[in-house]
Structure formats: C-alpha cells, structure tokens
C-alpha cells in the first residue's frame, strides 16, 4: 500500500476530494481476522479432517473396484466422472475467476495501483494460461506420436517409446494438477483467516471432495504399466494433493495471513486466475469434448445421455451455489 493509503482518514471520508484508491486500499488493510485462541483450534482440526478427506477423494476413483469390500456399480464411476466435470466449470467460472477479479480486478486496491490499473488481468492470464496449457497438450500429443511405432517398425518396438508416450500423459496431468493444487493453497491460505462458523468451511469441503475426485477420475486415463515400479506414483500425487491446503493453512495461521493485503491479494488474484485458465480448459476440452463427443463407448439412448447431462449440470449447479460462501 502506498504512503498517500497509509494517511487516509479512516474517521471521515469525502468521495468527492478523496482518492478512491486509497479509501479502498485502506479499508482492505484493516478487515478483521478471527484469530481467538478457539478458532485455531478448528483450524488445526480441520487439517487433520481436509488431508483424510483429500486422499479419499483422490484415491476412490484409482483403487480397483475388486480391492473393494463389496461391489460399486460402474454407473457410480460415471457419475463422479460427469459430475467432477460440471464442478471444474463451476469451480473455475464462479469460484476462481470471480475470486480474482476480487483481489486484482479493477475495482480493487491492486488493480487501481501501478501497472494493475492499465489493463483486466484476470481474464488475461486466465487466457495466457489456457493457451499455454494448450500448446502443452499439443506438443506432449505429437511427441507420443512420434515415438510410438508404427506397424513396420513393430519390430523395433523399445520400450523407451513406451516410457516416453507415458511420460506424456503423466506431464499432462501434473500441469492439470498443479492448476488444482493451486486452488488448494488458495483455500488453505483463506482458510486461516475465516472464523469458526464460516459457512466458508462447508464449500472448502465440497471443493475438496469433488476436485479430488476430478484428480482421481483424470488419472484413472492414465496407462500405467502393471510392475511394481510405478505403483507408488497415484499415492505420490495422491500425497501431494493431500498436503496442499493443510500446508498452507499452516503457512498462514503462523504467518497471521491477511487475504485482503495488498501483496497477499496479487499473490492469490495471479494463481486464481492462472488455475481458472486450465481449469476451463481441461473442463471443456479433456471432459466435456472427449466424454460427449468422441468418446465412442459413451452411452446413445436418449436416457443415458440425460443422465450425463444431469451429472453435468448437477455439478456445476451445486458448485456454483457454493459461490455465495466462497
């Protein structure tokens, strides 16, 4: 914040002689934060219940339905599978975009300072994001190609192609991943901030659930050779997404984090903004595109598809609900 902030007023503001900026910036600096002793202790609770409840929703859609004790219908996996999609939409329109125009959009104490106030950020790196992640895709897609043998050349078939066609796959979702995990920092970091009966804490759950489960389902593509070699890896990132939001929960209650700041908030408007680019991306392109339109074994009775879009909307309909708490 700027010396012309610091000295603003705060008893008595005239709209008609005072800078807009500085009012708005001197407002965002002094918000109150909860930190009584009885809201950190839900805090610390809620680390311990946010890494039980992220590793499940990772892991339900990757462990094989015969490790399973009794039986899960196969419409069960298509549901979360439709209905993650409807969340990711959601999460990135509702959620994510609009959270970063409220840290960095043009009616706030960042976007009216310095270079923030010449140019719409948000919407910009959304789209940068988005089209890189795109040109990712596209180069990891045409490298698989390019290794993978054709029919001559199945007797020269190595299994460094393969590794490497793998390792394509595996880099496209880490970049997906990375986009979540941001959200989940972003969560963790608003999360030590809020007071014990934020409804706030409900919509992290319903984040944390049905992104997870999104992870889940986006690996379950993934061909990963059988040996034990490769086995460790979904738990590794399983792990990682796990440890997002508590760690920086952490990070922020040690730190007494202020989300309204003026460097907290370019921090979380340029990391909302960069996950809602691949978010709407991936939702779009990797789920709705290759779920309702080329996937061949998707179901062509007019129920079945209502069914997908049920799950669809669903989703995003919930989650866009959630908004009002975020």
């Known amino acids: 914040m700027s010396g012309s902030a610091a000295q603003a007023v705060p008893t008595i503001a005239n709209l008609d002689t005072d800078n807009v900026r500085d009012i708005i910036c001197y407002m965002n600096s002094h918000r109150n934060v909860d930190t009584t002793p009885q809201n950190e202790v839900v805090q610390f609770v ?29 419409h069960i996996y298509d549901f979360f599978r439709y209905f993650g999609g409807g969340v990711l939409i959601a999460t990135a329109f509702v959620h994510l975009l ?39 895709e596209v180069s990891t897609e045409l490298w698989a190609k390019a290794v993978t043998p054709t029919d001559a050349e199945k007797a020269q078939y190595t299994v460094s192609s393969t590794t490497r066609a793998l390792w394509a796959q595996l880099t496209s979702f880490l970049v997906f991943e ?64 796990s440890f997002a939001t508590p760690i920086a929960m952490t990070v922020g209650i040690a730190q007494g984090y202020d989300r309204h700041a003026f460097h907290p908030s370019v921090a979380s408007g340029v990391l909302d903004s960069i996950s809602a680019g691949i978010m709407l991306y991936v939702s779009f392109v990797d789920v709705l595109a290759r779920d309702f339109m080329f996937n061949t074994d998707r179901p062509r009775s007019p129920l079945g598809l209502s069914l997908m ?3 669809l909307f669903m989703g995003a309909i919930l989650m866009a609900i959630m908004g009002k708490w975020k």
């Not at 946010?50 to 196969?74: C, D, H, N």
């Open 309 to 311: 879009f049920g799950d």
């Open 178 to 241: 990375i986009a979540v995990i941001m959200h989940a920092v972003v969560i963790g970091l608003n999360m030590s901030t809020v007071s014990e009966r934020s409804m706030m804490y409900f919509a992290f759950v319903f984040f944390t659930i049905f992104e997870g489960l999104s992870l889940g389902a986006r690996f379950h593509t993934v061909q990963l050779p059988k040996s034990m070699a490769w086995a460790w890896i979904p738990w590794v990132l399983c792990l990682f997404y």
């Open 98 to 136: 609009d959270s970063a125009y409220e840290s960095i959009g043009p009616n706030t104490c960042v976007g009216m300072s310095y270079g923030w106030a010449e140019f719409s950020w948000p919407p910009a790196i959304a789209m940068t994001s988005a089209l890189l992640f795109f040109m990712f």
């Open 46 to 74: 809620a680390m311990f219940f946010f890494i039980i409840l992220s590793t499940l929703s990772f892991a339900f859609p990757i462990i094989p339905p015969a490790k399973f004790p009794f039986k899960i219908p196969g």
